[in-house]
């Protein structure tokens, strides 16, 4: 079945630190992908999302390409701030549902 | 345009109990899923509605149910509760009719004792 993968955490880098958050995917067909954000105490956000192949989904200086040669939406970002500390959540929606990954904790440290 | 809310935020309640929370979707969304959030399952799909009727269904045993009124604002019921069912219980809602985009309600913090 459909299904979604992402790099166990926690990871914990420094302010202005480069990110890369893997995800990779399990799909029929052509899903659309997402990244969602939960900051503690919150629900989940949407922070970017690609809907076909080779699509880039950017927002808040996030980045993550839909690469279908490799099944993969990896998130990076080029420079972490302190406020980006959160749980980040790879998804896919095929049909009318949607997977997550597990989440990925993410902390950084001034 | 306000979010999604839940109602309540926090719950506490005994096994055998039932329970039941609310949301309301963002004014004009039609669709309504539900969540449950666990530290070690992450987050499992529990059912979505679409003009109040059920579209799909996760694996969850029957003791999870929901409804959805004509307003789109949806219920959740879990009866007969055990202690693995404390949870963070999120509910989202999307605009389209494929629910492209979802967005999430802070959810409701449930613990079964």
């Known amino acids: 079945g459909d299904s979604v993968t992402q790099m166990e955490g926690p990871v914990t880098l420094s302010e202005e630190a480069f990110l890369t958050i893997n995800c990779t995917y399990t799909a029929t067909g052509y899903p659309s992908l997402f990244w969602y954000v939960q900051y503690p105490g919150e629900g989940l956000q949407l922070l970017l999302k690609a809907t076909k192949a080779d699509d880039k989904g950017s927002n808040k200086g996030f980045e993550a390409t839909y690469r279908k040669e490799t099944t993969s939406f990896h998130l990076e970002k080029g420079s972490v701030q302190v406020s980006d500390s959160a749980v980040y959540f790879c998804?896919?929606?095929?049909?009318?549902?949607?997977?997550f990954g597990t989440g990925t904790s993410l902390t950084v440290i001034p | 345009k306000a979010g999604v809310t839940q109602t309540p935020r926090y719950l506490i309640k005994t096994r055998g109990q039932q329970v039941t929370l609310s949301c309301s979707p963002i004014?004009?969304?039609?669709?309504v899923s539900w969540y449950q959030q666990t530290p070690g399952q992450g987050l499992q799909f529990l059912f979505e509605y679409f003009s109040e009727t059920q579209r799909n269904k996760g694996n969850f045993p029957g003791r999870f149910s929901g409804r959805q009124f004509s307003n789109s604002r949806s219920e959740m019921n879990v009866s007969t509760l055990e202690l693995g069912d404390s949870a963070l219980y999120l509910c989202?809602?999307?605009?389209?009719?494929?629910?492209?985009?979802?967005?999430f309600g802070p959810g409701t913090r449930l613990l079964v004792l």
């Open positions: 998804a896919l929606r095929s049909g009318n549902q949607f997977y």
């Open positions: 989202a809602s999307s605009l389209l009719a494929d629910g492209e985009t979802q967005y």
């Open positions: 004014s004009g969304h039609r669709s």
